[in-house]
């Protein structure tokens, strides 16, 4: 909550000290005059002191009304309205694309751990980290839409309209977000499965006969996940911010488009609003997944207790 | 949870999130196949990564100076997006301009943004962190409070607000690149010197007489600065991955000066005429992050098992 309170106040600031006059920009530099300036100060509430526009601002933020953006003259709510179902897709893509390739991997590489083919997955996941979404966006077109000419290289397509075309717009701004994901998810994965397999209940499934599959499957995985989980749940907020870059690079009209457009033109309004609408969907993910995570797991709650003593 | 993830993922992304946080307690893990390295190949690997970035520093301060690279705005109208070849060895721009040379003169802003926010962070959130760890109470508390806080951002998002506002001159961007680091920083720093706080080295200097200030100096900064050098080294590459992203987006330092992100961006617009005008600053950039996350991650395991 306090966390919350911060980011509130953070945004405020970062967007009311913006040197530049927003009520210049409204004018256009042949409009201004002492007076007309005066007037659409006032009418923006620019006249007032700081810590009186923060708490007005934060009224109406409440209430779920983000301001209004001149430039566009749209509220910025129903920018973000707009935005956020394709927003929420691309992220949504991702996690399954990210976790469809990251759990048997992870599984795998415990599995045969030290092998040759973990060491190359390790090597290829590290490697993984180190390419930053941009490149990989780039690249993602550079063999996809231009060497091969199997998908179009952005645009968008609402899912309502034609799902078939949505998921071909869709697909590689998804997976431009999971490749870096898979890396972090198979590695965590992988380290939480190779300490359940040294725990005594493995051992006694094995000494039954039970078949490797069914061991590793039907017994580990579970209770090996539950960091994954949680750890999936807290990238959703990365993931946001990732979808700035994904975004602009495939022309997708989701929320970081929105902001990165408004910074290009110095829309003062949607900036803020749409700053704070990603910081506060970052600290209440955050917060909802941490409290999930201790409801899910005694387990673990109990492992760290026997750690530390 | 997160501390196992950590362990094995110092490169998760710190400051994009600020969720992971920084490897502060080591686990002992099975780790893949990199941990297990025997020490020579580690040291081969290590050297091989500290001579690339030695490299680099060393092309984006000799830049004016290399062979052949006349500057990295100098145009060549009759060799335009042209592939590599002898007299341009990465091709040459829309414009005419020579990529190797914006590489190289790309490489300044990578290496000021890195430098400058590696000592902002270090310094003041190192600082910070040891006054924490050492002196605890309740200073330590409200510190801690406003790292979580700070961290609670999603970062990226943050910076490119911020940098709207600040302007786009490189010491803007360093500075508030390396704002953005200090709490990770402060984090790590707190940790290591909880750890030291309780040594016994420690407590012996405190017996012998020594004030509290001078055992902070004499015996607990020395001991925690390697580790926070060795993350240092993740940040740096975490600082100009982030710095890549901003001059992407073409919200770094302004055209024309060339920065690796931002040729990226302009070789974009011509993938089917010219991929070398992406794909070379691309390995460039990814090669130098790797370096750097290597020769970090190496020595951070090695001051974490050897100090211990």
Not at chain 2, 7 to 34: K, M, N, Q, R, Y
Not at chain 2, 54 to 64: F, S
Request: contains cysteine; charged residues 15%; hydrophobic residues 50%.
């Amino acid at each position: 909550m306090s966390t919350l309170f911060a980011a509130s106040v953070i945004t405020f600031l970062f967007t009311s000290l913006l040197p530049g006059d927003p009520a210049v920009a409204i004018l256009g530099p042949s409009g201004v005059t002492q007076e007309s300036l005066t007037a659409v100060r006032h009418e923006l509430s620019l006249d007032r002191p700081l810590p009186a526009r923060y708490i007005t601002w934060l009224g109406h933020v409440v209430h779920g009304d983000f301001g209004h953006s001149f430039a566009l003259n749209r509220s910025v709510g129903s920018q973000i309205k707009a935005a956020l179902p394709v927003t929420a897709e691309i992220i949504v893509l991702a996690l399954v694309i990210a976790l469809v390739i990251a759990v048997p991997l992870g599984v795998v590489t415990a599995w045969k751990s030290e092998s040759v083919g973990d060491r190359a997955s390790s090597l290829i996941t590290f490697t993984m980290l180190s390419v930053p979404t941009f490149v990989i966006g780039v690249f993602l077109i550079l063999i996809f839409a231009v060497h091969l000419r199997w998908l179009p290289a952005s645009g968008w397509v609402a899912l309502s309209a034609n799902p078939l075309e949505n998921l071909r717009k869709a697909i590689m701004p998804a997976t431009a977000l999971a490749l870096p994901q898979i890396a972090v998810f198979s590695r965590l994965l992988r380290g939480d499965m190779l300490t359940t397999l040294d725990q005594d209940f493995v051992a006694f499934a094995d000494s039954k006969g039970l078949s490797s599959r069914r061991i590793l499957l039907g017994h580990a995985l579970r209770p090996s996940s539950f960091s994954l989980v949680t750890v999936a749940g807290l990238q959703i907020g990365y993931l946001m911010g990732g979808t700035v870059v994904v975004e602009t690079i495939f022309n997708v009209p989701g929320i970081g488009q929105l902001l990165v457009n408004g910074i290009y033109q110095r829309d003062l309004v949607t900036v803020q609003g749409v700053t704070l609408f990603i910081a506060a969907t970052f600290v209440i993910v955050n917060f909802v997944v941490d409290m999930l995570y201790s409801v899910l797991d005694p387990r673990i709650r109990r492992g760290n207790v026997a750690a530390t003593a | 949870m997160s501390l196992r993830q950590l362990d094995s993922d110092p490169l998760a992304p710190v400051v994009e999130t600020g969720a992971p946080l920084p490897p502060v307690i080591e686990v002992a893990t099975g780790g893949g196949g990199f941990r297990r390295r025997s020490a020579r190949r580690e040291n081969v690997g290590l050297g091989i990564c500290l001579a690339w970035i030695g490299l680099v520093v060393v092309c984006a301060i000799g830049a004016r100076w290399f062979p052949g690279v006349k500057g990295p705005n100098a145009i060549d109208p009759f060799n335009r997006l042209k592939g590599p070849t002898a007299s341009h060895l990465f091709g040459t721009d829309e414009l005419g301009r020579d990529i190797f040379a914006r590489v190289l003169y790309g490489a300044r802003v990578s290496a000021v943004v890195a430098v400058v926010s590696l000592a902002v962070g270090l310094c003041v959130g190192g600082a910070i962190g040891l006054v924490a760890g050492y002196f605890r109470g309740w200073i330590e508390g409200v510190i801690v409070w406003a790292t979580d806080v700070l961290l609670s951002f999603p970062a990226l998002v943050m910076l490119i607000a911020l940098v709207a506002y600040t302007g786009r001159s490189l010491m803007h961007i360093s500075l508030a690149l390396g704002f953005l680091a200090v709490p990770v920083y402060t984090r790590l720093s707190r940790a290591h010197a909880l750890n030291i706080a309780g040594e016994e080295f420690v407590l012996a200097a405190r017996a012998g007489g020594a004030r509290r200030l001078r055992v902070l100096r004499r015996e607990v900064l020395p001991n925690v600065l390697p580790s926070l050098l060795a993350y240092g080294l993740i940040a740096m590459s975490l600082t100009i991955v982030v710095e890549g992203t901003l001059s992407f987006l073409g919200l770094s330092v302004s055209a024309p000066t060339p920065s690796w992100g931002g040729l990226i961006a302009d070789g974009q617009h011509y993938l089917k005429e010219a991929p070398m005008m992406v794909i070379l600053p691309s390995l460039v950039l990814c090669l130098t992050v790797l370096a750097l996350n290597i020769a970090g991650e190496t020595l951070r395991r090695r001051y974490e098992s050897g100090g211990g």
